[in-house]
């Protein structure tokens, strides 16, 4: 097929994809995720009606863990600039949170770096090691991090958490890992608030993080200031912890379990 009238699935199919995959992305465990939406659309109401906008959708998103992404890759079909995707992939990698984003026309490759603040025009794709170790590095990180960084989130109820969802999750348990002991995540109602709060838990207490650095499982407390916001998470978002959850009602309080749930006026003694 001649360049010149090649599309944009082509320069893909036959450019980007087979690089990407030289540098790492598609093998165990890293992940090269193709023509990944990443919202729904936004809700329009106008004249009485509701429609929503197109979907977001980012040509690559590269995982350097399956619940972990490090970068976004903007393509366009070869015919045209490298740098007429370079908006789109600083948007893109905006939105997700993300340090490092890539815009292509299959020969020449654009990279963003948001840690550094560059723009430049590279000979390859950095391969998953290297861009893992450059987010540590500007991150300071503890040395143990990766470990509980990037514990898979649990999807045992067949719910994937929104980008933003994600977003919080994954900020929330680096300021844990740097050792801050205050930290407020706010969220809209109705934005998933729970859910952020579970995966946080469950990647902590499956990778046995702790604040003494011992090889154990921590202790959590889930508070709020009515049965029903404890029971209903308890019941159902928190079952994957098994018997490792407890709620508190007042008098002896169990010392053998891992996640304790109570509301606010409850005495504490654990």
């Not at 360049?3 to 090269?32: I, N, Q, S």
């Not at 995982?63 to 903007?74: K, S, T």
């Not at 079909?77 to 292509?104: D, H, M, N």
Request: net charge positive.
């Amino acid at each position: 097929m001649c360049e010149g009238v090649m599309t944009e699935a082509d320069t893909c199919r036959k450019f980007v994809t087979p690089r990407l995959a030289e540098a790492g992305w598609a093998a165990a465990p890293h992940a090269l995720g193709e023509q990944r939406s990443f919202t729904s659309g936004r809700i329009i109401v106008a004249g009485g009606k509701v429609r929503r906008n197109k979907q977001k959708r980012a040509d690559y998103l590269l995982y350097y863990r399956r619940d972990y992404p490090l970068a976004v890759v903007e393509a366009k079909e070869i015919s045209l600039p490298a740098e007429t995707g370079v908006q789109q992939a600083r948007e893109y990698a905006e939105i997700l949170g993300l340090k490092f984003a890539y815009a292509t026309n299959g020969h020449r490759i654009i990279e963003i770096d948001y840690i550094n603040g560059t723009e430049r025009e590279v000979d390859r794709y950095a391969t998953p090691d290297e861009l893992f170790a450059r987010l540590t590095a500007a991150a300071q990180w503890p040395q143990d991090a990766a470990s509980h960084l990037l514990e898979p989130f649990n999807l045992g109820s067949g719910k994937v958490p929104r980008y933003y969802q994600q977003i919080a999750i994954h900020r929330v348990i680096e300021a844990i890992l740097l050792g801050q002991k205050r930290i407020l995540a706010t969220l809209a109602t109705g934005t998933g608030k729970t859910c952020v709060a579970f995966q946080i838990c469950w990647k902590l207490w499956s990778s046995r993080w702790n604040r003494t650095g011992e090889y154990r499982r921590p202790k959590i407390l889930f508070l709020a200031d009515r049965n029903i916001l404890i029971d209903d998470p308890m019941a159902k978002m928190f079952a994957p912890f098994g018997d490792a959850r407890h709620k508190i009602t007042g008098g002896e309080v169990s010392q053998s379990r891992d996640v304790y749930f109570g509301i606010t006026a409850t005495p504490l003694a654990i």
